[in-house]
């Protein structure tokens, strides 16, 4: 497996796995109708943006086995003046959880967020529902520091989400 910048021949392939990776992990808290409608057809917009307009103030990265893209990292560099860069998008296909592809993108997050801006912390929101994540991230060394309600989420919906904080992301490379 290797990790890469995003570029726009990926925007397919992460929007593919961005759609399905809501559909089954944002149930309850997006609405159905939403996940169920064409959920890819609005991430295919997003990610065709984002991935045409590089911005430097933003990073995307891919995770990529024999060809194929298993996950992907969206940072936000300074989205907070607490909590520096945000983690906006961690997704890995649904078969490749649980094999160090999550761990892999968090670790190459931290190392282009300390090269571009070596004194920013790293935070990012996830739904309090999603017990696997919440796991995840406090495994790495993150601190809920906050909770609140998120929302609207795309296609409406709010649901209680919590911010996971790591005021030094060299942290993220020691686990």
């Not at 990265?61 to 992907?72: C, L, R, S």
């Not at 190392?111 to 739904?127: F, W």
């Not at 790495?140 to 989420?153: K, N």
Request: aromatic share 8%; no cysteine; proline share 5%.
């Amino acid at each position: 497996m290797s990790v890469r910048d995003a570029t726009p021949r990926d925007v397919e392939a992460i929007a593919a796995l961005h759609a399905d990776s809501w559909r089954r992990n944002y149930r309850g808290a997006y609405l159905d109708s939403y996940l169920d409608g064409d959920v890819l057809t609005d991430r295919l917009a997003v990610w065709t943006e984002r991935l045409a307009d590089r911005q430097p103030s933003q990073f995307t990265i891919v995770a990529e086995a024999d060809g194929t893209v298993v996950g992907f990292a969206h940072t936000i560099l300074g989205a907070d003046p607490a909590w520096g860069a945000l983690l906006e998008n961690l997704h890995v296909t649904h078969e490749r959880k649980h094999s160090g592809v999550g761990t892999r993108l968090t670790e190459h997050t931290a190392r282009e967020l300390i090269r571009r801006q070596p004194s920013s912390g790293l935070y990012l929101s996830v739904l309090e529902q999603n017990e696997a994540a919440r796991a995840f991230y406090a495994a790495r060394g993150g601190e809920v520091v906050d909770r609140r309600i998120g929302g609207p989420f795309p296609g409406g919906g709010t649901a209680p989400v919590l911010i996971y904080a790591w005021p030094d992301p060299r942290k993220l490379l020691e686990t």
